[in-house]
């Protein structure tokens, strides 16, 4: 509210004086839309309330902007693994790292998913077959039989449960940022995946989305080492053609 007395000490009267609330800087982009629905709200009421004018009643919806998350460096994934004190705890960063999982299909895990060198998983788009290496499968090979990530007491963990162990692990690697957690595991996954040379339709294939537009936003994530070889390798240096330019 302070926000929009400051830049609109008087009543304002259309939408177009609203706009330098919602354009502040300072502001996240989720903060800004939290703001744009209160004013629409405080006005509606006012409007209804005191008979004055909407000045929200035009006031067009902020665009929706895709927020990348975090990438974790090979130095944090290592700080990461060494955070896992346990088989079980280390067998669940390394199965997002090398598969890419949802956290709900990594909390669905059981032993018998694990057949031949490959994952059964049912995520959001169905049932799916996901490779994994040799040396995660023996990691979790080496817990228990039944599901395959438990309680201290034996239980299976639930999605809540396999959440929480993941902000725990991040904590104790002293990896600080929002929302880190699975999901940051499997971002992290597949841009490396990339970077290594790893085909966008593969990549669609082992996370599971039904469009390849949803895979493309990792060739975004993976752009600046494109630029890097870009810049060791374009043709217009490798041929000394650079003089002529």
């Known amino acids: 509210m302070q926000r929009l007395i400051t830049s609109c000490p008087d009543w304002p009267t259309d939408d177009a004086e609203l706009l330098p609330v919602l354009s502040d800087t300072d502001l996240a982009f989720e903060s800004r839309r939290d703001l744009e629905k209160c004013l629409k709200t405080f006005f509606r009421w006012a409007s209804k309330r005191y008979q004055v004018t909407n000045p929200a009643l035009d006031l067009a919806p902020l665009?929706?902007?895709k927020q990348l998350r975090r990438v974790l460096t090979p130095q944090e994934v290592t700080q990461l693994?060494?955070?896992?004190?346990?088989?079980?705890?280390?067998?669940?960063?390394?199965?997002l790292m090398d598969c890419g999982l949802r956290l709900g299909e990594v909390s669905a895990l059981k032993r018998n998913d694990l057949r031949d060198g490959w994952l059964v998983v049912n995520g959001k788009t169905g049932a799916r077959q996901v490779p994994v290496s040799s040396g995660v499968a023996a990691e979790l090979d080496t817990i228990a039989i039944g599901p395959y990530f438990w309680h201290?007491?034996?239980a299976a963990l639930s999605f809540d449960g396999v959440k929480t162990v993941y902000r725990r692990l991040f904590h104790r690697a002293g990896i600080i940022g929002p929302k880190l957690g699975a999901q940051t595991l499997r971002h992290t996954f597949a841009t490396i995946y990339l970077r290594a040379g790893g085909g966008v339709r593969q990549l669609q294939s082992i996370l599971g989305h039904s469009k390849l537009e949803t895979t493309m936003i990792y060739v975004h994530l993976a752009g600046a080492d494109?630029?890097?070889n870009h810049a060791l390798y374009w043709p217009v240096r490798t041929l000394s053609l650079a003089e002529h330019l």
């Open 63 to 65: 665009p929706y902007q």
């Open 81 to 95: 693994i060494d955070a896992a004190h346990t088989r079980r705890d280390r067998a669940l960063v390394l199965v």
């Open 152 to 154: 201290r007491d034996g």
């Open 226 to 228: 494109v630029r890097e």
